[in-house]
């Protein structure tokens, strides 16, 4: 599997988180939107990277957040990679409310942060 290399997918990650922050304050928020999941997915690959894990699909980053709930016996894993998902979702169809954008973005953020956190290699 052909891919950038784990720095670089951290790298990416923390851009992306930047930048949707900077869409969302600008009012653009599906891009924002794309962004915040733009930087758990790169987040979920350096992990998957690291732990020689599968992360070529929508699915595979899925498998990710549950082999990390498993091992970690926490559930917030699967629980904010659902939560990461939905932005994802929303810039296809828009459907997060305005409340349920502010409520969520900063789980996302704390999510990338965590998985991130988990790396041996920066």
Same mark, same amino acid.
């Given at each position: 599997?052909?891919?950038?290399?784990?720095? @670089?997918?951290?790298?990416?990650? #923390?851009?992306?988180?930047?930048?949707? $922050?900077?869409?969302?304050?600008?009012?653009?928020? +599906?891009? #924002?939107?794309? +962004?915040?999941?733009? !930087? $758990? $997915?790169?987040?979920?690959? !350096?992990?998957?990277?690291?732990?020689?894990?599968?992360?070529?699909? =929508?699915?595979?980053?899925?498998?990710? $957040?549950?082999?990390?709930?498993?091992? =970690?016996?926490?559930? @917030?894993?699967?629980?904010?990679?659902?939560?990461?998902?939905?932005?994802?979702? =929303?810039?296809?169809?828009?459907?997060?409310?305005?409340?349920?954008?502010?409520?969520?973005?900063?789980?996302? #953020?704390?999510?990338?942060?965590? +998985?991130?956190? +988990?790396?041996?290699?920066?």
């Amino acid at each position: 599997m052909t891919t950038f290399p784990q720095n @670089q997918h951290v790298s990416i990650a #923390g851009d992306f988180l930047d930048k949707s $922050a900077r869409e969302f304050a600008a009012g653009e928020e +599906l891009n #924002g939107a794309e +962004l915040l999941w733009g !930087a $758990a $997915a790169y987040a979920l690959i !350096a992990v998957a990277q690291e732990n020689g894990w599968r992360y070529d699909s =929508h699915g595979a980053l899925r498998n990710v $957040a549950i082999r990390l709930e498993t091992n =970690h016996r926490r559930p @917030q894993w699967r629980s904010d990679f659902n939560i990461a998902e939905h932005f994802h979702t =929303h810039f296809y169809h828009g459907r997060l409310t305005d409340r349920r954008i502010a409520r969520d973005r900063p789980k996302v #953020g704390r999510f990338v942060n965590r +998985l991130l956190s +988990l790396l041996v290699v920066q």
